[in-house]
T-cell receptor, first 115, second 115 residues
Framework: GAVVSQHPSWVICKSGTSVKIECRSLDFQATTMFWYRQFPKQSLMLMAT?????????EQGVEKDKFLINHASLTLSTLTVTSAHPEDSSFYIC???????????FGDGTRLSIL | AQKITQTQPGMFVQEKEAVTLDCTYDTSDQSYGLFWYKQPSSGEMIFLIYQGSYDEQNATEGRYSLNFQKARKSANLVISASQLGDSAMYFCAMRAKAAGNKLTFGGGTRVLVKP
């Protein structure tokens, strides 16, 4: 099946630093990638949708200046959490699909802990 | 608006028995897709099965089958011959064109398989 690689899998950093998370589609071209956030024992919450070569579309309540998304190629999307604070600690997971008739395939997620 | 409801927060099932996970949905779109994902404690989202709104046959994938009842707007997942490795969170999700083809997730059901 389709493979999405997400890196890093675990990040611990100090408050105020910026953290970049990469999401790569390894064996398909992801025209659209999605970024989700998941709190413990909760469902996935969509943060933003990114299409290759265009600006990301953010869901209501998600700060676009806080969570910078770049989708520069058909195989790579990045999420940068800028000036991270403890409340940004969460599990972030990306997904992609090659077209709308295909299921979304997910990366393994990134556990972000801000001290 | 799209909505997915999973009414069972948690379930125990005996190894080798079948288990049914409930999922109901709400959408005004005529064209939509229904998905089930498995999330083990390690966090990755594993795609299990897909049902299109126009598919007349219920989807099956190995030990997974989807009981699609369109009039009732339900898409229950049946796992047959449960294995210890089936212990995980299970999420039902829907994608509809009217919602920009974004996935909307239910709250999830935690399944624990007892030996």
């Amino acid at each position: 099946g389709a493979v999405v690689s997400q890196h890093p899998s675990w990040v611990i950093c100090k408050s105020g630093t910026s953290v970049k998370i990469e999401c790569r589609s390894l064996d398909f071209q992801a025209t659209t990638m999605f970024w989700y956030r998941q709190f413990p024992k909760q469902s996935l919450m969509l943060m933003a949708t990114s299409n290759e070569g265009s600006k990301a579309t953010y869901e209501q309540g998600v700060e676009k200046d806080k969570f910078l998304i770049n989708h520069a190629s058909l195989t790579l999307s990045t999420l940068t959490v800028t000036s991270a604070h403890p409340e940004d600690s969460s599990f972030y997971i990306c997904s992609g699909h090659s077209d709308t008739n295909q299921p979304q395939h997910f990366g393994d997620g990134t556990r972000l802990s801000i001290l | 608006a799209q909505k997915i409801t999973q009414t069972q927060p948690g379930m125990f099932v005996q190894e080798k028995e079948a288990v049914t996970l409930d999922c109901t949905y709400d959408t005004s779109d005529q064209s939509y897709g229904l998905f089930w994902y498995k999330q083990p404690s390690s966090g990755e989202m594993i795609f299990l099965i897909y049902q299109g709104s126009y598919d007349e046959q219920n989807a099956t994938e190995g030990r997974y089958s989807l009981n699609f009842q369109k009039a009732r707007k339900s898409a229950n997942l049946v796992i047959s011959a449960s294995q210890l490795g089936d212990s995980a969170m299970y999420f039902c999700a829907m994608r509809a064109k009217a919602a920009g083809n974004k996935l909307t997730f239910g709250g999830g059901t935690r399944v624990l398989v007892k030996p």
